[in-house]
Each structure stands twice: as C-alpha cells, then as structure tokens.
C-alpha cells in the first residue's frame, strides 16, 4: 500500500522560504514520478513540480519557476519542495502525488495522495 505524508508547512510572511517534504512508502518508486500540487480555496488543485524518481528530471509550473526547487532523497524515500521568495498568492494547501505512469500536469493522472500540508503566506 503507498502512503504518501507531508509535512513542513507553516506560516511564513512573503519573501520567506519553507521546505515541504513528502515521505514515500510501500513500494519501490524508482519508476514513479513524484508531484507536488496546491489548492487554494474556491480554486482547482494545479500543477506545481515533479521530479522523475529514477532520472531526477524535474519540471515546474511558470509561478513557481526559479523560486520553489523539487528534489528526491533516495535514502530516505523522500521528496522535498524547496520554496523560496513565496508570496500571499502562494497560500494554499499543498499535496505530494506519486504515480507510475510517464510525467503529467494533471492532477487525474496521479494514482496516489498525500493528506496535504497548508502554506500560509502573510503579506
């Protein structure tokens, strides 16, 4: 059974950093592709990066280019979502996916969830 949990979330004021991390289980996730996405309140879940587990290669939304940076943990089955310079319009409620199918944006094509980790950015 995997078992996505995140943790790491918080509240920060704008121009600030927090580091998600995302702790993996029940399988091997070599072949997986590790998501982070966010939510906020009245807005749909959207895309913010992924990381290939077993390349590295990672992608990004264009608001989160060049701020926020995903990297995985082999070791420790983790992944982290770095995010710096954050912004008010950054708060939301962030969820790691994993699935084990080729990289996507859309959050239907991510088989498994994490619980979800609030963001709240003050201005």
């Known amino acids: 059974q995997v078992q996505l949990v995140e943790s790491g979330g918080g509240l920060v004021q704008a121009g600030g950093s927090l580091r998600l991390s995302c702790a993996a289980s029940?399988?091997?996730?070599?072949?997986?592709?590790m998501g982070w996405f966010r939510q906020a309140p009245r807005k749909e879940r959207e895309f913010v990066a992924a990381?290939?587990?077993?390349?590295?290669?990672?992608y990004y939304a264009d608001s989160v280019k060049g701020r926020f940076t995903i990297s995985r943990d082999n070791a420790k089955n983790t992944v982290y979502l770095q995010m710096n310079s954050l912004k008010p319009e950054d708060t939301a409620v962030y969820y790691c996916?994993?699935?084990?199918?080729?990289?996507?944006?859309?959050?239907?094509?991510?088989?498994?969830w994490g619980q979800g980790t609030q963001v709240t950015v003050s201005s």
């Open positions: 990381i290939k587990w077993s390349s590295g290669t990672t």
């Open positions: 996916a994993a699935d084990a199918t080729t990289y996507s944006r859309s959050s239907y094509d991510y088989a498994y």
């Open positions: 029940g399988r091997t996730f070599s072949g997986y592709v």
